[in-house]
């Protein structure tokens, strides 16, 4: 299949697609030098899958978030800074201090300094981002649709082995940085007004009705066959990625050609696993490299 998407797979998916891509249009002007951060946040939500943030403070990480939640009716964020001390009722709705916000009742959960917390309740988190149930101490299920957590600290090989399941759990990596350009910057510096929607709405329900259209975009055998050549080079060169996180990627691949507006995989799509086949941060640059190697030579044979 090489068409469009069209109402074959959904009645309303052409309607909400145009709002995603202007949501991401909306958010790209206001946040300069984002982009490619804005449309891994839309295609984490679409593929529900998690996503850690890499980045210092004050690189509109999650500024970005709560201007995204401005745009889509009916879906709430709950946002959170981690300590040494959190304990994983403090992150419930029935905390005081959450005012009927937490984990438990929203579907976007942000968590600033993710890795400040400490292990029993990082634990916690683990199974209710695996499962989407709550232990309380009944099993519940609960609205999570993706957890972004955000943390300066940069994986590498000197981190403890106890962290590594959870950083697993981050489908999509991705490192924020400082505004480069000249003229990025100065009108980073001349913003006056805080970020406006623009009327630019999408339902809660729409929003859904893309996720169950993105599980239905089609891959072909020669993607599958890019992707197995990808994966045994990488092995060669000793970035070892666990069989889950290569099964939960196709999720990805199946919401950026969703975005794309089409039917089916392309080779491209498989740029937007770049963040997501990496363990540590000494990592990233192999896994361009091969990505960008395995594209080219299937493009010119």
Sequence with gaps: MNGFLNIDINSN???AREKIISIIGNLDVY???RYELIEA???????KQHMILIGEPGLAKTAILKALTKHINGMKLFNYQMTPHTEINDLLSDNPLNKGN????CEIVLIDEFFKGK?????????IMNERILYNPEPANIPLISLFAT???KPDRTVSSNLLPLYDRFLLRKEVLPIAGEDNFKNLLKLGEEYSSNNINLTLEELKKIIIASRKIDIGEHIYNLIFSIREELKNRQVIVSDRRWRDTVKIIKAKALLENRLCVSENDIRAIESSIWTYYSDIRTVKSIINKHLYNFSVN
């Design 13 to 15: 998916i052409n309607g």
């Design 102 to 105: 937490g984990i438990d009742k």
């Design 31 to 33: 946040f300069f030098e």
């Design 41 to 47: 946040i839309l295609i984490s939500i679409i593929a």
């Design 151 to 153: 943390s300066n600290e």
């Design 119 to 127: 292990t029993s309740t990082l634990n916690s988190l683990l199974s």
